[in-house]
């Protein structure tokens, strides 16, 4: 059986406007490697955040 730490899931790139997806992958397995958070960010500076999410996983296929 899967680990319970491991979730199948739909990763989905949008256009610029966020209304029509451009592409999509199927992952299967999936598990958080590594996170990085946002450095000093402040809620009423007009800036660009980051923040980074690797995963692990088992297989992943391109549906779109």
Excluded at 17 to 44: I, L, Q
């Amino acid at each position: 059986s899967t680990p319970l730490y491991k979730r199948d899931l739909t990763i989905k790139q949008f256009d610029r406007d966020g209304s029509t997806v451009v592409k999509a992958w199927d992952v299967s397995g999936a598990w958080p490697k590594k996170y990085v958070a946002a450095d000093g960010w402040n809620n009423n500076a007009d800036e660009i955040v980051i923040e980074s999410l690797t995963l692990a996983f088992d297989a992943f296929k391109r549906v779109t």
